[in-house]
């Protein structure tokens, strides 16, 4: 009982917490408690402000809304700012608290009410709710008799003295005193304005929260600050008018929004901040003009308008983003949402959204690639010829006279992703070696729709050799027909490409293989990528012992036991047992939970390949070292192959150097992760009851190695994961099976 007492109070500190830090978009408790702290610089707002989060709070939970959005402080943020505004406004008594309540409420129903039509397009309600009830109060307030205009501010050094005596006042005086430049004032005054705060020292404290909690942020305030006042005396209006108003918290919120939290921070997004805010500015000051008729302030306006404004419109784009990406998964942090994103752009970029196989078995090798020498030219340049060749390079066995002597000739040709056929030729015959059929150029074909603006073609199949007909419903690896030499083809060949439409004579798409494994020394695991001429491809071989290890059901249990042992004394230095569990979030993400260490790895399985995409919780557990072992794992491959890919930093890095880094994160950056896996022959290893893997993590800093880590894991039919780390001089193991 008192440990559920303590862990519901604990959920509605967090709760009321956040409320306060998602004013800037964040979950941070840090933040948080500066802001709370800011808020009673004006003890009437202060009050105003925490009783209007609790109500909200209290009213979304026993309304029966969503616990996530209710803990994450969604519902509550926008009751935060109105209790704040009104609290500033009006001098305390019991009316102006009714008054509190009744706001808040409103406010609240305002960001049910938003969140859904909003939703309903994708976009956020942002401060929408708390601009309508603040206006609706405000415009309310000359009828208000009951309540009294608040006179604080007026006699500033009497109110610092009640706060904290002479201290106070000396400390107000320092400040004012030490930061003489207009710019830097104006740039304080603006941040602490958020928080209806008129003073430097809650603008600087404001300041420190946001570099405390995040880098990004903190520097995109100010160039989101600072294009403002270039642009302001570039046009000749008076800055200094920010001084005293609360409108410049404007800029430094939509640089904030758009340069790192409803986008993925990057060059792109910053340039973006340049082109925007000369529009918010100009709307700040028309609505500024607008509203004066009224005696009240468009307070937030024009940061929702071009905020709301530019995401919808980034919605309605025809083609898929490239480098101006929307945050897939909101990590609360620009930082954590960058390098997440920053690995996973190859692991599932969004501009490809079929991750198409190799169209065969085995191994073939690239005759004629994107930009051909013979055929693939113009706007017909990005597609591949495939033939089968011997360990002497050769096409054919004999003479090569007859169709029959070529490798390929004859070889099942299968669906390189699930869709429909939309078209098939299949009656021309195949060509004697050396004869072309200029008529019939494409020969027999079988062309796929796997989205409205992605088709794959297949052509020069073998006459009457294809098994799938218009209509039908198609699966990746489904056999479509045979290689042949139908068409203009000299000698057999599957000829293969992308297309965005459904006719024979289409133009191609530059358009990669989603997975394939090239072959050199050993098998390099590609992501993405497009073959080159003369290389050697191939799918990879699906592994039973792999898919059924990995795959991971919500519910299901692991139990193990981690070790860490120094191998200077080996005196073994830390045992533990453990249970973790696997869930399912409200995205219907999985991931596998270690409650005694409140620690999370996310996890995707897509049938091909396991990756590990995300880690939650303190370091150096064993469930980080599971997750870092096990980090990506094809499926499917071929002995002695290799995988490549790359952990997000900030779960390798940390202190100066991850501080000094998320400072020109979105610009460059030099710090780097690598993962290496590879998978080593032991006799049959695709028949074997078990499987040996070695992973290596490299640490880099501005390209040089500084530290790594060397995993081996093996992984047996019984279900048994047994991994061994060896780093400096400490052999960390971890044996561990699901239940």
Not at 313 to 339: D, F
Request: hydrophobic share 45%; net charge neutral; glycine share 8%.
């Amino acid at each position: 009982m008192e440990k559920n007492i303590r862990i519901i109070s604990k959920e509605i500190i967090f709760t009321v917490l956040n409320s306060y830090s998602q004013v800037f978009f964040s979950t941070s408790k840090i933040l948080a408690i500066v802001l709370l702290l800011i808020s009673f610089f004006d003890y009437g707002a202060g009050i105003g402000g925490l009783t209007a989060v609790i109500i909200a709070n209290i009213l979304a939970h026993f309304l029966g809304y969503n616990e996530y959005y209710i803990k994450s402080g969604l519902f509550g943020f926008n009751s935060l700012l109105v209790g704040l505004g009104v609290g500033l406004t009006f001098q305390p008594s019991i009316e102006l608290f009714l008054l509190i309540a009744i706001a808040s409420t409103t406010a609240f129903f305002l960001t049910i009410a938003f969140q859904g039509v909003l939703g309903k397009y994708g976009l956020p309600f942002l401060s929408i709710p708390f601009l309508a009830t603040i206006w609706i109060v405000l415009l309310a307030g000359g009828e208000l008799t009951a309540l009294n205009i608040s006179e604080r501010g007026i006699y500033t050094y009497n109110e610092l003295y009640g706060i904290g005596g002479q201290a106070m006042v000396s400390l107000y005086d320092w400040l004012d005193g030490l930061i003489s430049s207009s710019f830097l004032r104006i740039y304080f005054y603006s941040l602490g304005a958020i928080f209806f705060q008129k003073g430097l020292l809650a603008g600087i404290l404001i300041s420190l929260g946001l570099l405390i909690y995040s880098r990004i942020t903190f520097v995109l305030s100010i160039l989101g600050y600072t294009i403002s006042y270039i642009f302001y005396i570039f046009v000749g209006i008076e800055f200094n008018s920010l001084s005293y108003t609360f409108i410049g918290f404007n800029y430094i919120l939509t640089a904030i929004a758009l340069g790192g939290y409803y986008l993925i921070p990057g060059r792109t997004s910053f340039a973006w901040i340049m082109v925007l805010l000369p529009s918010v500015v100009l709307i700040t000051i028309s609505t500024q003009q607008l509203f004066a008729h009224f005696y009240i302030s468009p307070y937030s306006l024009p940061f929702n308008m071009v905020v709301l404004m530019f995401l919808y419109s980034l919605k309605l784009r025809e083609k898929r983003a490239n480098k101006l990406l929307e945050t897939p998964i909101q990590l609360g942090n620009p930082e954590k949402n960058l390098y997440l994103q920053s690995g996973n752009l190859r692991r599932f970029p969004a501009r490809f959204p079929i991750a198409a196989s190799l169209p065969f078995f085995g191994e073939w090798q690239i005759s004629q690639g994107h930009k051909g020498e013979i055929t693939h030219k113009g706007a017909w340049q990005n597609a591949w010829d495939f033939v089968i060749t011997d360990n002497k390079g050769e096409q054919y066995k004999g003479s090569g006279d007859f169709v029959e002597d070529y490798f390929c000739f004859g070889k099942a040709i299968t669906a390189p992703f699930e869709g429909t056929v939309v078209e098939v030729v299949n009656s021309i015959s195949d060509n004697t070696i050396g004869n072309v059929d200029i008529i019939n150029n494409w020969g027999n074909t079988v062309i796929i729709k796997h989205s409205h603006t992605i088709f794959s073609k297949l052509c020069h199949l073998k006459h009457q050799s294809v098994a799938v007909k218009v209509g039908d419903q198609v699966k990746k690896g489904q056999l479509l027909g045979k290689c042949g030499n139908s068409g203009r083809s000299p000698y057999p060949h599957l000829h293969f490409q992308f297309q965005p439409t459904p006719y024979i004579g289409s133009t191609t798409l530059d358009y990669p293989i989603g997975h394939y494994l090239l072959k050199g020394e050993k098998y390099n695991f590609e992501t993405f990528s497009i073959p080159q001429k003369g290389q050697v491809v191939a799918n990879p071989r699906k592994n039973n012992l792999l898919t059924k290890l990995l795959h991971f059901i919500p519910g299901q249990g692991i139990s193990g036991e981690f070790r860490i042992e120094n191998t200077k004394t080996g005196v073994q230095e830390y045992h533990e047992e453990f249970n973790w569990r696997v869930n399912t979030d409200v995205f219907n993400s999985i991931y596998i939970e270690s409650e005694e260490d409140h620690t999370f790895a996310y996890l995707y399985n897509n049938e091909e390949q396991h990756y590990f995409t995300n880690y939650i919780g303190k370091k150096e557990t064993a469930l980080y070292w599971f997750f870092l072992a096990l980090f990506k794992v094809p499926l499917g491959f071929l002995p002695n192959s290799n995988i490549k890919d790359n952990v997000p930093i900030n779960l390798m890095f940390g202190g100066v150097s991850l501080f000094l880094q998320d400072m020109i994160a979105p610009i460059y950056l030099f710090l780097k992760a690598d993962y290496k896996l590879e998978i080593e022959e032991e006799g049959d290893i695709l028949l074997s009851d078990h499987i040996l893997l070695k992973s290596e993590l490299t640490k880099k800093i501005a390209g040089q190695s500084t530290e790594k880590y060397h995993f081996k894991t093996k992984l047996d039919e019984s279900g048994v994961f047994d991994i061994e780390l060896v780093n400096k001089d400490l052999k960390i193991q971890i044996t561990c099976q699901k239940n």
